[in-house]
């Protein structure tokens, strides 16, 4: 009794971590329209902006969440297909180009030597949206997007020029969602390094790696 409990409450939170997600969306997609229209005064547009920040950095947290949930009851969380990496990099800047534009932060893709990735593009997406989303508060007036080719792997690379990751950050074990620092709750970390390792290709493994050079440097090893 006591497991089908624990059951029926899974999917309760389950469920309602997928509405508020829902609702989310909606939020964010009313303030990015009223941003885009220009009718709000500048203070406004400002908040417009915060709010678009914050629901973006709560959005990717719940598509974690929800991805956990899936993980635990066994659902297949990635579906591979190929994909126009270029295409990618040119919807990444696109989405975000404006938020960050906000604070006098530059985003561009520099360079693209992958002509077709095999991954999960949604989830890769996500992952990546999230880190770009986590530079607007911590760069100071440059992101740069690159996709590169190395030891087989196809390599997604986010590097911003603020002070960079923290000590816990680059240390943490990868298994550990709990470490943090000023960059990040843990979590947003935690679910990119699964999303990394679910996509596996022979003996080879997908992986996260932080850096610091000197500013902050994310980038997803794909096989």
């Known amino acids: 009794m006591e497991q089908h409990d624990d059951e029926v409450f899974t999917d309760l939170v389950a469920s309602a971590v997928h509405d508020l997600k829902n609702s ?12 885009d229209l220009g009718a709000a005064p500048p203070a406004a547009q400002q908040a417009l902006l915060l709010l678009q920040y914050e629901a973006r950095r709560a959005n990717a947290d719940l598509m974690g969440l929800l991805g956990f949930f899936k993980l635990e009851r066994g659902s297949a969380l990635v579906r591979p297909a190929v994909v126009d990496c270029e295409d990618l990099l040119a919807e990444l800047v696109a ?24 991954f ?8 990546l949206n999230a880190v770009i989303n986590n530079a607007y508060r911590f760069a100071r007036s440059q992101v740069t997007l690159s ?12 590097l911003d020029d603020g002070e960079g990751y923290g000590p816990k ?4 074990a990868p298994q550990d969602p709990a470490e943090h620092s000023h960059r990040s709750t843990g979590l947003g970390l935690f679910f990119a390094r ?18 610091n050079r000197p500013g902050g440097c994310f980038e997803l090893w794909l096989p």
Do not use: K, P, W
Request: hydrophobic letters at 40%; one cysteine or more.
């Open 24 to 35: 989310l969306a909606l939020v964010l997609n009313a303030a990015e329209r009223i941003t």
């Open 95 to 118: 989405y975000n180009t404006d938020l960050l534009a906000s604070r006098g932060i530059r985003l561009e893709a520099t360079e693209c030597r992958v002509e077709e990735g095999y």
């Open 120 to 127: 999960d593009r949604g989830l890769v997406a996500g992952v």
């Open 147 to 158: 996709c590169t080719l190395e030891e087989g792997y196809t390599v997604f690379r986010v």
């Open 169 to 172: 950050m680059l240390s943490a």
């Open 194 to 211: 699964r999303v990394a390792e679910l996509h596996q290709h022979r003996d080879r493994i997908g992986q996260v790696v932080l850096s």
